[in-house]
């Protein structure tokens, strides 16, 4: 069974600072590995996806994460974050194959500080 | 393109009431799915449809939820009773069924209160 590790519940940074937010998965097969933004009272949006190739992964807003699969990790970093940023973070995992349902984290709230 | 549709957006009930939620997905995506997100925790999927057919409802409360998409489009979730620990944010999700990977969008959620 896939599970995932947010290892930060909360993370606070200051404005412009940089900001990494750490996931850890376990799995038996090949994965699919994704990160979710959520904002206060609204759904999961897409930041980005690692499917294969590339290792490092280029999202919207600035993020970006890579894929190291010896340490079975897919941390997210931004080098500078703003304000707008404040919100929850989910990492997910599925298997690499068709429609298979997303496993996710428990969430690390960032809150950007001005 | 209309993004994945869900009513009501909050819902409060007391303890042992019934309650129904419903989702209508983007339009020609085949697979749907319902997730719960208790807070503080990341969403747990319930139920996952291929058309009108169900795929997995392993971690569904069968004794209490059901779910149903009878013409392949529209989905209804339903607890019945409800207790206080279903209190939580339920997130409808929907995707093609193409190739290898499939994107799935999430709707805005239907926040669950139970008194």
């Known amino acids: 069974a896939q599970s995932v590790t947010q290892l930060d519940s909360q993370v606070p940074v200051f404005e412009e600072a940089p900001v990494e937010l750490r996931c850890n998965y376990s799995?038996?097969?090949?994965?699919?590995l994704f990160w979710y933004v959520q904002y206060p009272n609204q759904g999961l949006q897409l930041l980005l996806k690692y499917l294969s190739g590339s290792t490092l992964v280029k999202g919207i807003n600035g993020f970006e994460a890579e894929f190291n699969k010896s340490q079975t990790s897919f941390h997210l970093r931004k080098p500078s974050v703003h304000i707008s940023d404040t919100a929850e973070y989910f990492c997910a995992v599925s298997e690499g194959s068709g429609n298979t349902p997303l496993v996710f984290g428990k969430g690390t709230r960032l809150s950007v500080i001005a | 393109e209309a993004g994945v549709a869900q009513s009501p957006r909050y819902k409060i009930i007391e303890k042992r009431q019934s309650v129904a939620f419903w989702c209508n997905p983007i339009?020609?995506?085949?697979?749907l799915y319902w997730y719960q997100q208790i807070l503080g925790q990341g969403p747990k999927l319930l139920i996952q449809?291929?058309?009108?057919?169900?795929?997995?409802d392993s971690q569904l409360p069968k004794d209490r939820f059901s779910a149903e998409r009878l013409k392949g489009v529209d989905s209804t979730l339903k607890i019945q009773p409800a207790k206080l620990e279903d209190s939580a944010v339920y997130l409808c999700?929907?995707?093609?069924?193409?190739?290898?990977?499939?994107?799935?969008?999430f709707g805005p959620g239907t926040r669950l209160t139970v008194l």
């Open positions: 449809f291929q058309n009108n057919g169900v795929v997995d």
């Open positions: 339009s020609g995506h085949a697979t």
């Open positions: 799995s038996s097969v090949s994965v699919y």
């Open positions: 999700a929907s995707s093609l069924d193409q190739g290898s990977y499939n994107e799935q969008f």
